[in-house]
């Protein structure tokens, strides 16, 4: 089946580590991109990608870094400069020629730093 | 950058109707969409509006109006299982094919 797959679902790190979140599609989708999710408000964009080797930032970048070496897969890093990193880490894509922007999500990523 | 409102809550009874409304910056705007969203979970897709007017599915309609800058999601005969965050989202296809949401709306269905 066609989806997107992020991991680990579930995370904890210590304050000053990185930590590296996955994510994957089968989608054969161009566009990849990263939310972040605070509790009981909306979606915030990290990063974006539309195309392999290229990226841009969303409305929250710092703190955190990306890269897109593969049509498939789009990594996050959450690094120790993050200032508040425990939150829910949403993965996304979708097909840049569909007549519609519509986002598929995984099933995300909680991130708790201890 | 797209600004878009909606009410932070709403309460309402099984059986009822619920109206969520969204505001929305014209400019660049390509399309409304509309997520349900279960707490701990993904969103999922509800709704999409390109064209003015009411699109209707099911118990779920969505009503755009682009000059306006304003949608609404219209829930019908609620459920308990219709507890849920519903998110907003703006579509700018010129800037990065991007989807800008709102803060959510949070509905809690009573018996």
């Not at chain 1, 990290?46 to 930032?57: A, G, L, P, T």
């Not at chain 1, 425990?86 to 999500?105: P, R, V």
């Not at chain 2, 459920?79 to 094919?97: F, I, P, R």
Request: net charge neutral; aromatic share 12%.
């Amino acid at each position: 089946d066609g989806g997107i797959t992020q991991s680990p679902k579930y995370l904890f790190r210590k304050e000053g580590q990185n930590v590296t979140l996955s994510c994957e599609q089968n989608l054969n989708h161009d566009a990849m991109y990263w939310y972040r999710q605070d509790p009981g408000q909306g979606l915030r964009l990290i990063y974006y990608s539309q195309i392999v080797n290229d990226f841009q930032k969303g409305d929250i970048a710092e703190g955190y870094s990306v890269s897109r070496e593969k049509k498939e897969s789009f990594p996050l890093t959450v690094t120790s400069a993050q200032k508040n990193p425990t939150a829910f880490y949403l993965c996304a894509s979708s097909n840049l020629g569909a007549d519609t922007g519509e986002l598929f999500f995984g099933e995300g990523s909680r991130l708790t730093v201890l | 950058g797209q600004n878009i409102d909606q009410p932070t809550e709403m309460t309402a009874t099984e059986g009822a109707i619920v109206q969520i409304n969204c505001t929305y910056q014209t400019s660049g705007f390509n399309g409304l969409f509309w997520y349900q969203q279960h707490a701990g979970e993904a969103p999922t897709f509800l709704s999409y509006n390109v064209l003015d007017g009411l699109e209707e599915k099911g118990r779920f309609s969505s009503f755009l109006s682009r000059s306006k800058g304003y949608s609404y999601l219209l829930l019908k005969e609620l459920q308990m299982k219709d507890s849920a965050s519903y998110l907003c989202a703006s579509w700018v296809k010129a800037a990065g094919n991007k989807l800008t949401f709102g803060g959510g709306t949070r509905v809690l269905v009573k018996p």
